[in-house]
């Protein structure tokens, strides 16, 4: 079965509190529980990540990229648009990646409108809300 992770970067343990009105209302536990649900009816595993610590994150990543897991999902959140070595450890794991947003990044200020993750990324999701994430997973779940 397919181990699929979905890293989500700091400040999105506070999802349905923190800016509701750029965020929404639901929380990490909901992404989660609809993620679980979604992986079930793909036969696909998930294993969620959190932290507000980018070096956490980065060994995380080295971590999953010598252990039997077939894809990443990141929500790398500010650490998008300032972390040269989260995204050297993206392009370093010899995995595919997806980074997903949920608010549109190019609808929003200068600084987050441009994604230091990106390149090291097979694609890129912004603005879809949750549903970024379900496609995101069903586009990994796809791959050979």
Known sequence: MKRIVIINGP??????????????????????????????????????????????????????????????????????????????????SDLPVIEVHISNIYKREAIRQHSMTADACIGVISGLGFDGYVAALRHLAALD
């Not at 079930?40 to 595993?45: F, H, S, Y």
């Not at 070096?55 to 790398?76: C, K, R």
């Open 11 to 92: 400040n999105l343990d506070r999802l349905g509190k923190r800016e509701p009105s750029i965020y929404g209302d639901q929380t990490l536990t909901d992404l989660e529980n609809l993620l679980t649900d979604e992986a079930a009816a793909l036969g696909v595993d998930v294993i969620f990540y959190q932290s507000n610590h980018e070096g956490f994150i980065i060994d995380e990543i080295g971590e999953y990229s010598d252990a039997e897991v077939f894809g990443l999902i990141i929500n790398p959140g500010a650490l998008t648009h300032t972390s040269l070595a989260l995204r050297d450890a993206l392009a370093g």
